[in-house]
């Protein structure tokens, strides 16, 4: 099946820069698949400015291209943490990489990525891209395999993604995490086989980039019949971007920028 996402239009040239902000990996396969993404959002928007940092492993860091941007004349930066859910990292760390932003730096944190209909129409590509028939939808019963958090908000979200999913047609879908939390992805393939009509399972790893976590997810899903691909740089998941670039830049439309001695850090969703 072939991805077929509208262009987003020009960017306006006086509007602010996005700086996605990646978790960075030892893994070089994460910063590889981040920058295929930041690729896959240019082409979408020609005109707007697309920057990356990652919070840890890979360069720059986010302080690093702040600090570059700054250095460029830029004053108004739109954060955009490249997340599935609202764990820790959006709530915590990266706020606090945030608010210590070059001095007259306007910065606003955009909200994470998930959920969205548009990462179901993704994590559907990369299955069948990877050999499901999208005729055996409705016999088919779907892990949804997530990285796992050891906050309660963001395991809550992967459960209500996989009832919105399962509403879309399929036999069946179970949640699955790859750390702290259970059942693993091996555990929700074999509870999916005694399921009544599901003749076939399917992994569907609810990640953005390869890494330690995607790969245990990959040997979880040993015994399923199909395992999609990571997320990566699915032209859906650059549109997921692009809207909470939107709408961030619309929720904070009316804040006033800093004065030249302060930075600014306003949050949207």
């Given at each position: 099946m072939r991805e077929t996402v509208p262009s987003a239009g020009p960017a306006d040239p006086f509007g602010p820069v996005l700086l996605v902000v990646a978790h960075g990996?030892?893994?070089?396969?994460?910063?590889?698949?981040?920058?295929?993404?930041?690729?896959?959002?240019?082409?979408?928007?020609?005109?707007?400015?697309?920057?990356?940092?990652?919070?840890?492993?890979d360069a720059p860091s986010v302080p690093q291209a702040l600090e570059s941007l700054a250095g460029q004349g830029v004053r108004d930066v739109?954060?955009?943490?490249?997340?599935?859910?609202?764990?820790?990292?959006?709530?915590?760390?990266?706020p606090a990489v945030l608010r210590a932003a070059p001095a007259g730096m306007r910065v606003r944190q955009a909200?994470?990525?998930?959920?969205?209909?548009?990462?179901?129409?993704?994590l559907e590509?990369?299955?069948?891209?990877?050999?499901?028939?999208?005729?055996?939808?409705?016999?088919t019963g779907v892990v949804l395999a997530s990285a796992g958090s050891t906050d309660p908000e963001a395991i809550a979200v992967i459960a209500d993604i996989a009832r919105e999913w399962r509403r879309t047609g399929w036999c069946a879908?179970?949640?699955?995490?790859?750390?702290?939390?259970?059942?693993?992805?091996?555990?929700?393939?074999?509870?999916?086989?005694?399921?009544?009509g599901v003749r076939q399972v399917a992994v569907a790893p609810y990640v953005?980039?390869?890494g330690f976590l995607p790969d245990r997810i990959a040997r979880g899903a040993a015994d399923a019949d199909v395992l999609g691909g990571v997320l990566g740089d699915s032209l859906f998941v650059?549109?997921?971007?692009?809207?909470?670039?939107?709408?961030?830049?619309?929720?904070?439309?009316g804040f006033a920028h800093p004065s030249a001695r302060t930075g600014h850090l306003a949050a949207a969703g």
């Open positions: 990996s030892r893994d070089p396969r994460h910063a590889r698949t981040v920058r295929a993404l930041v690729r896959r959002v240019r082409g979408l928007r020609p005109g707007l400015r697309v920057e990356v940092g990652f919070l840890d492993f739109i954060a955009l943490p490249l997340l599935l859910t609202r764990a820790f990292h959006a709530k915590a760390d990266i909200g994470v990525l998930g959920p969205s209909p548009l990462l179901l129409t993704a590509q990369r299955l069948y891209e990877a050999g499901l028939d999208p005729a055996d939808k409705a016999t879908v179970r949640p699955a995490f790859a750390s702290a939390e259970l059942p693993p992805t091996e555990g929700a393939v074999r509870s999916l086989r005694g399921v009544p953005l980039a390869p650059a549109r997921v971007v692009l809207e909470r670039f939107d709408a961030c830049r619309r929720f904070a439309a």
